[in-house]
T-cell receptor, first 111, second 113 residues
Framework: KQEVTQIPAALSVPEGENLVLNCSFT??????LQWFRQDPGKGLTSLLL?????REQTSGRLNASLDKSSGRSTLYIAASQPGDSATYLC??????????FGTGTQLKVEL | DGGITQSPKYLFRKEGQNVTLSCEQN?????MYWYRQDPGQGLRLIYY???????QKGDIAEGYSVSREKKESFPLTVTSAQKNPTAFYLC????????????FGNGTRLTVT
């Protein structure tokens, strides 16, 4: 059974700082890994999807990497802004197109 | 705009009553999913459907039921057999095929007293 761990559970940084969120998973037999953002009381918004054959994916100030063999992914956020404050979740997709979620990293970017 | 609509946003029920949560998508996606989110536990998969008239149990299906009679609709019924039904329920869809991003609705918060 896939288990997903996200570290740290919470993070508070000043505006402008670059930061890295970590995701580890136990079963490397995945099709892809997605990173999501969740604002309080809302659904999830897909940020990046990395296919299992890819090493990284970029969108604006976000860069996600994937090392499938070691069961790790990182989300790099450059020049953080207060609007980036949210919970970030990672989810590898395995058999049956089932996505298993980590518990998330709660990010607060302060002015 | 294409998207996923979950209704209602808030739902209150008395213990012992069944309740049905609505999920509709106009993205023409084949696959649909129901997740439950509890504080500190992340999202857990309840049921999923890869195609119309077919669905599979997820990790925590006990006390729940679903149907998939139409491509755009995937309602979830929380039955009286579900021991701890109070939670935030999220519906999602994807094109399927193993490399499609998941799109989520805005969720329904169910409170059972």
């Amino acid at each position: 059974k896939q288990e997903v761990t996200q570290i740290p559970a919470a993070l508070s940084v000043p505006e402008g700082e670059n930061l890295v969120l970590n995701c580890s998973f136990t079963d490397s037999a995945i099709y892809n890994l997605q990173w999501f953002r969740q604002d309080p009381g809302k659904g999830l918004t897909s940020l990046l999807l990395i296919q299992s054959s890819q090493r990284e994916q970029t969108s604006g100030r976000l860069n996600a990497s994937l090392d499938k063999s070691s069961g790790r992914s990182t989300l790099y956020i450059a020049a953080s802004q207060p609007g980036d404050s949210a919970t970030y979740l990672c989810g590898p997709t395995g058999g049956g197109n089932k996505l298993t979620f980590g518990t998330g990293t709660q990010l607060k970017v302060e002015l | 705009d294409g998207g996923i609509t979950q209704s209602p946003k808030y739902l209150f029920r008395k213990e012992g009553q069944n309740v049905t949560l609505s999920c509709e998508q106009n993205l023409n996606h084949d696959a649909m999913y129901w997740y439950r989110q509890d504080p500190g536990q992340g999202l857990r998969l309840i049921y999923y459907s890869q195609i119309v008239n077919d669905f599979q149990k997820g990790d925590i299906a006990e006390g729940y039921s679903v149907s998939r009679e139409k491509k755009e609709s995937f309602p979830l019924t929380v039955t009286s057999a579900q021991k701890n039904p109070t939670a935030f329920y999220l519906c999602a869809s994807s094109q399927g095929g193993g490399n499609s991003p998941l799109h989520f609705g805005n969720g329904t918060r169910l409170t059972v007293t």
